[in-house]
């Protein structure tokens, strides 16, 4: 299989634990994004990568969540603290620069905390 | 964060009729996508458009970026039971270095036999 991959697919957790979610985004795909889903809502966007580089972060990104991408290839977002308003599905997106301006998902991590 | 308007917000049809539903923003988009979401799953990509006016098609799909750029419109035609899902549109500004998608509220659709 080719597409977006996540890893977890759920995770549950108490409160004040930290979690980490990995993405393997398609393979020539330099661009990846990550999106949380609450129940009954679109996708809301939280940040995205080109390559290694971090270029943006959305104002619903705390300081509690941190995302990397170390070698332009997967990515890991990890909350720390975790509350219980940060259960969600957590979505990762990829394209390529240049190319067609549109988002493969993958199947999402949902994350529920209690 | 912002979503953009969807309607209907969800719709019980039968097999065989034709749906539509549209998004609606008060900002510009230069490209909108449409999404179905399964329980559980992300979303899938069903079509692209990348200019106004664009009207495209994917199957029984067809979807239309609307003239003033912050509409558009999908058609689902003689639905069948695996339409079931939710169904997202997405829009992107594509201003600078922004490069986030912005998405609907979703419709919901469920077909009965």
């Known amino acids: 299989d080719t597409g977006v991959s996540q890893d977890p697919r759920h995770k549950i957790t108490k409160r004040g634990q930290n979690v980490t979610f990995r993405c393997d985004p398609i393979s020539e795909h330099n661009r990846l994004y990550w999106y949380r889903q609450t129940l009954g809502q679109g996708p809301e966007f939280l940040t995205y990568f080109q390559n290694e580089a971090q270029l943006e972060k959305s104002r619903l990104l705390s300081d509690r969540f941190s995302a990397e991408r170390p070698k332009g290839s997967f990515s890991t977002l990890e909350i720390q603290r975790t509350e219980q308003g940060d259960s969600a599905m957590y979505l990762c997106?990829?394209?390529?620069?240049?190319?067609?301006?549109?988002?493969?998902f993958g199947p999402g991590t949902r994350l529920l905390v209690l | 964060g912002q979503q953009l308007n969807q309607s209907p917000q969800s719709m019980f049809i039968q097999e065989g009729e034709d749906v539509s539903m549209n998004c609606t923003s008060s900002?510009?988009?230069?490209?909108w996508l449409w999404y179905k979401q399964d329980p559980g799953e992300g979303p899938v990509l069903l079509i692209a458009?990348?200019?106004?006016?664009e009207l495209t098609s994917n199957g029984r799909l067809t979807a239309q970026f609307g003239i003033t750029r912050k509409d558009s419109f999908l058609n689902i035609s003689a639905s069948i039971p695996s339409d079931v899902g939710i169904y997202f549109c997405a829009g992107l500004a594509n201003t600078g270095t922004a490069s986030k998608l912005t998405f609907g509220t979703g419709t919901r659709l469920q077909v009965t036999l």
């Open positions: 458009l990348y200019k106004a006016g």
């Open positions: 900002s510009i988009f230069n490209t």
């Open positions: 997106a990829s394209r390529m620069t240049g190319g067609a301006e549109t988002q493969y």
